[in-house]
């Protein structure tokens, strides 16, 4: 038998975005209907950022364990055992599936549908047997891998974030396609846990970010033994299970690269399929459903958040800008403000090993703005801590504007995702590199870089002849 709910708000996906919108509805006693065809929690924990953390968390085990000798510590090869490292990945998610349950939500009054959505109107969407009349919609339906189109890829079995944790035997050699975030995170995991890894990128990897901090990680992750080739596609695919041939393409040569497993880290695509999206007026196209900067749809009643979102909404795909969107999405929908999406201060981490994070501008973006800028770089080899852990590749890098105006940081360093919250801090609330300076910072610790690296940008004044005179005058007064 067919029902018919009308809450004040229907979210569509119980993924990052869905999630943090139903639980601020519900701790409002806000009417709420939650939609989810697949797991509750999404890919986040599911199939991107726990397992993965869970996968590099183990890889850092295994690195330790063979970096022990650097600290005087006799220790054999680590045993990896693939089968094991899926249990620990798979009982991480266990202990934070209880978060995102179908139960916590219910709990907390949001009624939960277990079926695939679709509209059937502007104002009304089926699920299952449940037909949803709500005020307010919200679509939070994510995204999935982009599987590039290249001959005969769709005649082999290959691994992509949804599949590659389940992996219960060590790969005898990963090729990856994509030196992204994906990419690169998951080789680097990879090969630490012994496998030996090829990743294959058609442009520059990790092409999204500072050369100058990419450089790093391409740097541990090649010492780590991950042979990235950059400027390299692959013109055809062939084989079978455990036996993948690639033709790859690289400066007008050919060569044959065999593979046991075949990874594809190539990009995200928005899930849109199934939701009948015409039948409520709702524009989308290859990149997203179409919103405007406070994230409605082209239907009014209609909001679309998190990784299905369009370039309006910020352009970047991660579980803090699902969380983020919610929260504008609440104080429009809700309270009737029309917040608007701002991306200035939204930090992003990739979680190699150094990792690399930055927020705000990039050198490159502040320069195309025509900015007047200051860059800053402090070295990780100068902090103190970075020697004692043996850790030293990496360097903070500051972009700063007129009157010392704080437009952008990068951190290469281990723990970098950790260091990069004051200068999150500083750029939302538009402070300065004095104020930075000023910190007083615990000895030793690597959170030095940040005090240091605004220091340096008073160097060249203390040089100065005049600073000088100055401080030989005040002397004089005893
Ligand atoms: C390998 C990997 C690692 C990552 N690591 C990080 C990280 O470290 N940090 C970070 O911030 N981000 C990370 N990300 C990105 C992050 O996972 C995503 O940005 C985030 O999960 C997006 O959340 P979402 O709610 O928009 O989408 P999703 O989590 O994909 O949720 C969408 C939900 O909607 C459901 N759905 C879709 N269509 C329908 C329908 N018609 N009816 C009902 N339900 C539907 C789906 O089943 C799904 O559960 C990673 C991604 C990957 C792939
Ligand atoms: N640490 C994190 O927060 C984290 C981790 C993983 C993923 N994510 C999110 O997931 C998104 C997707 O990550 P991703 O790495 O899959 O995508 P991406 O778009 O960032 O990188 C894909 C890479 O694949 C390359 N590529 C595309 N087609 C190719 C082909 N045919 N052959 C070889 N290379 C090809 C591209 O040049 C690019 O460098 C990220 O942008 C991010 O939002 C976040």
Known sequence: MTETLRPDLCIVGAGSAGLSVAAAAAALGVPVVLIERGQMGGDCLNAGCVPSKALIAAARRAHDIRQAADFGLGAPEPQVNYARVREHVRSVIGAIAPNDSQARFTALGARVVRAS????????????????????????????????????????????????????????????LGGGPVGLELAQAHRRLGTPVTVIEAGRALGHEDPELAAHVLAALARDGVVVREGATVREVAGEEGDIRLVVENRGSRTELKASHLLVATGRRPVTDGLELAAAGIAHDEHGITVDQHLRTTNRRVYAIGDCAGPAAGGRRFTHVASYHAGLVIRSALFRLRPRVDMRAMPRVIFTDPELAVVGMTEEEARADGTRITVLRWPLAENDRAQAERRTEGEIKVILGRGGRILGCGIVAA????????????????????????????????????????????????????????????????
């Not at 340096?456 to 005040?474: D, E, W």
């Open 117 to 176: 959505a679709r509209f059937v109107a502007r104002d009304t969407l089926e699920a299952g047997n449940v037909i949803v009349k709500a005020r307010r919609f919200v679509l939070a339906t994510g995204s999935r891998p982009a599987v590039p189109d290249i001959p005969g890829l769709d005649t082999v079995p290959f691994l992509t974030n949804e599949t590659v944790f389940d992996l219960t035997r060590r790969p005898e050699h990963l090729v990856v």
């Open 415 to 478: 723990g970098a995702g950790e260091l990069i919250t004051p200068w999150t801090l500083a750029i939302a609330h538009d402070l300065k590199i004095r104020d930075l300076a000023e910190l007083t910072v615990p000895y030793p610790t690597l959170s030095e870089i940040s005090r240091r690296v605004a220091m340096s940008y008073y160097a060249p004044s203390a040089a100065r002849p005049m600073v000088r005179r100055l401080i030989g005058l005040l002397r004089r007064f005893g």
